[in-house]
């Protein structure tokens, strides 16, 4: 869990991104959210779950609904696949997460391995070679598909080893996304690239935020041994076959 300073600017990440007042993830219970700009225009639904508060976004077709969800679904059990899919309704949705959040600040930032990695360019050929290496499910969780992402990556051998990308979050880049290449697994090049980014984005940004899956275990020991804290989980519905498109909110990241 993240503490003092650093819990208070997380909390207001979250707030600002719920389009609601940060008090209200004080709150227990469960509370329907008019969302950030990133949310609107989202036609799924976003889950959030931030202390003892589980917040809902969704389109305004879908409120009456998961009005209605919330009300019939026990506080402590809504923030569940299950009860997204039931405020998402038909047609199919596939449900994605739950996802960690991670922050971390100059306090709390922990280089722990030495910095490594250079900036890429959009269309560098090392990038299409990584993505077909890895595919497109982690090619998109790590957040390569961002058009604004600033590239970084590790070049061994005549490929890339390690890749990293900071997209937009809060209006600075700082928004840790990371892909290793398959073969080059269990060597520490995800923490590298991580460090080198963190390093450029932190005295700009202030705040740095990290998500992977829970279940991506190698991701989130990346994220803890760089000093971020935990605050906050969300799960998502979409349409399958397409990518959210939610700027700062995303539902999942990382294949470090």
């Known amino acids: 869990m993240a503490s003092g300073k650093l819990e208070a600017a997380a909390a207001q990440a979250w707030a600002e991104a719920l389009g609601c007042d940060v008090g209200l993830l004080?709150?227990?219970?469960?509370?329907?959210?008019?969302?950030?700009?990133?949310?609107?225009?989202?036609?799924?639904?976003?889950?959030?779950?931030?202390?003892?508060?589980?917040?809902?976004?969704?389109?305004?077709?879908?409120?009456?609904?998961?009005?209605?969800?919330m009300?019939?679904?026990?506080?402590?059990?809504?923030?569940?696949v299950r009860a997204c899919a039931q405020i998402a309704g038909p047609p199919e949705w596939q449900v994605l997460g739950p996802s960690w959040h991670?922050?971390?600040?100059?306090?709390?930032?922990?280089?722990?391995?030495?910095?490594?990695?250079?900036?890429?360019?959009?269309?560098?050929?090392?990038?299409?070679?990584l993505r077909t290496s890895c595919g497109e499910q982690e090619w998109a969780e790590g957040g390569f598909a961002d058009p604004d992402a600033v590239l970084y990556g590790i070049?061994?051998?005549?490929?890339?080893?390690?890749a990293g990308n900071l997209t937009p979050f809060r209006g600075h880049l700082a928004d840790v996304g990371l892909l290793t290449h398959p073969a080059a697994?269990?060597?520490?090049?995800?923490?590298?690239?991580?460090?080198?980014?963190?390093?450029?984005?932190?005295?700009?940004?202030?705040?740095?935020?990290?998500?992977?899956?829970?279940?991506?275990?190698?991701?989130?020991?990346?994220?803890?041994?760089?000093?971020?804290?935990?605050?906050?989980?969300?799960?998502i519905a979409r349409v399958p076959g397409r990518q959210p498109v939610i700027p700062g909110s995303a539902a999942i990241r990382h294949s470090a």
Not at 34 to 60: E, I, M, R
Request: proline share 6%.
């Open 155 to 162: 070049e061994e051998g005549g490929q890339l080893a390690a």
């Open 71 to 80: 009300a019939a679904v026990p506080a402590g059990e809504l923030f569940t």
């Open 102 to 129: 991670g922050f971390t600040d100059a306090a709390h930032f922990t280089p722990a391995a030495a910095p490594r990695g250079r900036r890429l360019d959009r269309d560098d050929r090392l990038l299409a070679q």
């Open 26 to 69: 004080s709150e227990p219970g469960t509370h329907l959210v008019a969302g950030g700009a990133g949310l609107h225009g989202f036609a799924g639904v976003y889950l959030a779950s931030v202390g003892p508060a589980v917040l809902v976004y969704c389109p305004d077709r879908l409120r009456a609904r998961a009005a209605s969800v």
């Open 185 to 235: 697994r269990g060597r520490g090049l995800a923490r590298q690239v991580a460090v080198r980014m963190i390093e450029d984005a932190l005295p700009a940004a202030g705040l740095i935020r990290y998500r992977a899956l829970i279940t991506n275990a190698p991701s989130l020991a990346v994220a803890r041994s760089l000093g971020f804290r935990g605050y906050g989980h969300n799960l």
